[in-house]
Every structure is written in structure tokens, then in C-alpha cells.
């Protein structure tokens, strides 16, 4: 089973931490230039929120040097890609439905 997640992440709050916390990022350089690298921990969550939502993307901080009030949170939605599927109704086979003796029409 693939264990492939989709979800939003939060650009404001991403923006917010390069502004006031360049401490978090690390510069690399790679062909095309310096790249701004952030370091995140993709965590599961003990349950389910109420949009069915099971991980969250947190920037990687350790409890020791996180400051009070700094909003560490990139994302706090990503759930299973299958459940994505789900969400949508299959589609119908029309053929077997044409055979149907029990429909109507």
C-alpha cells in the first residue's frame, strides 16, 4: 500500500517564519543558485480532526528553542491520497446498468 498524503500548507505562515526566523532555514547552494531549505517534521495525529484530516506539518524546532507565541505550524491538514479517491462517487458502469432487468427504463 502507498502511503501518499495530499493537503494545503499554510504560505502565509511559511513566508511569516522566513521572515522573523531565518535561523530555521538553511542556504544551500544547488546549480541554479542559493535555495532557502526548511527542515519539518510530518507527524500523524493521535486521531482524526473533524475535516478528516490525520497528519500535520510542523516546522522542525526543538521544544528547548521554540519562542513563545511563534506559530510552528505549516500545515495542519494532510490526509490519506486513497481517502481522496472516496471522497469522489465511483463512476458507473453504464454497460452493466443497460442489463439491468430491474431498472425501470
Not at 8 to 36: P, Q, S, Y
Request: charged share 30%; hydrophobic share 30%.
Amino acid at each position: 500500500m502507498e502511503n501518499s498524503f495530499y493537503g494545503r500548507i499554510d504560505f502565509t505562515n511559511l513566508c511569516r517564519l522566513w521572515k522573523d526566523h531565518k535561523e530555521l532555514f538553511e542556504m544551500v547552494d544547488f546549480k541554479d543558485g542559493k535555495h532557502a531549505l526548511l527542515k519539518v517534521n510530518f507527524n500523524e495525529r493521535q486521531q482524526a480532526d473533524e475535516h478528516g484530516n490525520t497528519h500535520y506539518l510542523k516546522a522542525n524546532c526543538r521544544k528547548a528553542d521554540q519562542k513563545e507565541g511563534v506559530n510552528y505550524y505549516i500545515s495542519s491538514g494532510f490526509k490519506p491520497s486513497m481517502q481522496q479517491a472516496s471522497d469522489n462517487p465511483a463512476p458507473t458502469d453504464s454497460a452493466a446498468a443497460e442489463n439491468d432487468p430491474n431498472l425501470p427504463f
